[in-house]
Each structure stands twice: as structure tokens, then as C-alpha cells.
């Protein structure tokens, strides 16, 4: 049963990845981090001492503190987060809790440096299927806060280093196509994200942007939605809003509902 005000590696694992994900906060000491310099997917890492900082943009909504054991700087940063109206639990067992299970841990080594609190990527501009899906999977897993910028594929490049953004799926970007793996294959991997339900989109993904619709049957029809999202929004902002819809419907689907089944309801036969 978990502790006070504690919530288990197993129930935040089942919030990660989706829109009711808390706000999580890594106040180990760097020495702790050092040890073992890894992130639980879409944590920040915050000095103990500045916790109450972060109280007006956090008030109303659920936070999970994690520090190494799960014990005194997690629990009174918690403690003071609730004093001012956040509702804010701990991770129980913390950072060891989280390393005894085969649950994933992001490496903040490959990821490029948040500025103003929010890192920002920049991709061609028109999406369809394998660039929100990769916007979706930094959203969702890597930065709650990403900022993307959507413009025409001859300035990707330059805007990337005029802006300090982090290009993606193009030519020349660091994340990209590799072989026949499509981008959103190549952050999964290089995050450390290889769970079994990113793995099971990564093929619908891969299948649906590069034509290959043997691979999986979901993605004629994860095709057909993308380019009809496509065509339904002018702004590329407002398809990313629609489309992170989409994929957490795909997540859950891969996590949670492969096995369900739809035929026509029982008396209603011909």
C-alpha cells in the first residue's frame, strides 16, 4: 500500500504518456544524479531549495516529487507545494523504486538544453504523419512545454541555428531517418523510450509515412486521418492540437487495446 501522499512506479507509469500525466520534479542532489544520470520520461530536474518557485504555475494541478530513496528532500518539497494549494505527492521508493523496474529513463544527454523553460525543435513545415507523431512523443514523454516551429523545408536549417531549436526529420537534422527506420523509430530508440506499446506505434508509424502498410494493418487508416487532419487545418499549430489527440487514442490503443475485437452486435443478424 503506498506511503503518505505517495503514489508507486506503477500507477505513474500508467499516467506517463498521457494528457492526465502529473507534473514531475527531480530534486535529487547532483551527486545522486550524477550516480545515475537518468530522467523518468517527462521529468525536470529543480534545486530543493527553489521548490516554492514553481508554486503559481503549478497550483491546481497533480505533481510527483522524485528524489533518490523517496524520503525527506522528496517529501518536503511535496509538503511545501502543498501549502500552497498544489496538489503535490512523492514518488515512493524514489529514483531506486523507479531503477528496480524495466521501466524507461531518458537520458538527458541527448537532449538539447530548455531555454525560458521549454525546449524548441523546428521541422517542415505541412505535417502529416511521422512529424506529429515525433512532436507528440517529445510532448508527451521528453518536454510537457515543447515549442514547435513549422516552416518551409529550405530554412529548417538556418532557423534551427539563428533560434537554438533542434531540427527533426529532415536531411541534415540529428533526428532523422535511418535506414528504413523513420524518425519516430529514431527517437524512441535514442530517447530510451522502448516500451512495448512505442514500439507497437513505432511500426504503424514507420508503416504509415513510408508506405509500407504490410507492416502493420492500422496504418492505411492512420494515413487516411493524417492527411485528412492535413487538410482540415491551414495553421500547423492547430493540426498539432488535433493530432496529439490522435495519438494518445493510438497510445492507448497500443497499451491497453490491441486485444479488443468489433463485429456486428449479437441480435442483429439478417
Not at 45 to 62: F, I, N, Q, T, Y
Amino acid at each position: 500500500m503506498p506511503a503518505f501522499n505517495s503514489v508507486s512506479p506503477n500507477v505513474l507509469m500508467r499516467r506517463i504518456g498521457t494528457p492526465d500525466c502529473p507534473v514531475i520534479i527531480d530534486v535529487r542532489i547532483d551527486a545522486d544524479f550524477d550516480d545515475d544520470p537518468h530522467l523518468i520520461p517527462s521529468s525536470f530536474r529543480w534545486p530543493r531549495a527553489r521548490v516554492e518557485e514553481l508554486s503559481s504555475e503549478l497550483r491546481g494541478k497533480d505533481v510527483v516529487v522524485v528524489c533518490q530513496k523517496g524520503l525527506k528532500l522528496s517529501h518536503g518539497a511535496a509538503a511545501i507545494l502543498r501549502c500552497t494549494d498544489v496538489n503535490a505527492q512523492v514518488l515512493q521508493g524514489g529514483m531506486f523504486a523507479w531503477r528496480d523496474t524495466t521501466y524507461p529513463t531518458v537520458n538527458p544527454a541527448v537532449l538539447p538544453a530548455p531555454k525560458g523553460g521549454q525546449t524548441t525543435w523546428v521541422t517542415r513545415h505541412r505535417p502529416k504523419v511521422d512529424r506529429i507523431a515525433c512532436a507528440w512523443l517529445i510532448r508527451r514523454f521528453v518536454d510537457t512545454n515543447a515549442r514547435f516551429l513549422f516552416v518551409p523545408p529550405s530554412e529548417v536549417d538556418a532557423v534551427a541555428e539563428k533560434f537554438g531549436a533542434t531540427a527533426f526529420d529532415t536531411v541534415n537534422a540529428p533526428w532523422t531517418h535511418e535506414g528504413e527506420l523513420c524518425t519516430f523509430d529514431v527517437m524512441v530508440r535514442g530517447f530510451g523510450l522502448q516500451t512495448p506499446a512505442l514500439e507497437q506505434m513505432a511500426t504503424v508509424v514507420r508503416a504509415a509515412d513510408t508506405d509500407r502498410h504490410e507492416l502493420a494493418p492500422q496504418a492505411a487508416g492512420l494515413l487516411a486521418i493524417s492527411v485528412g487532419l492535413s487538410r482540415a487545418h491551414k495553421s500547423d499549430l492547430e493540426q498539432l492540437d488535433a493530432g496529439m489527440i490522435l495519438y494518445d487514442a493510438l497510445y492507448r490503443w497500443a497499451r491497453d487495446g490491441q486485444g479488443e475485437q468489433h463485429t456486428w452486435s449479437e441480435g442483429h443478424g439478417a
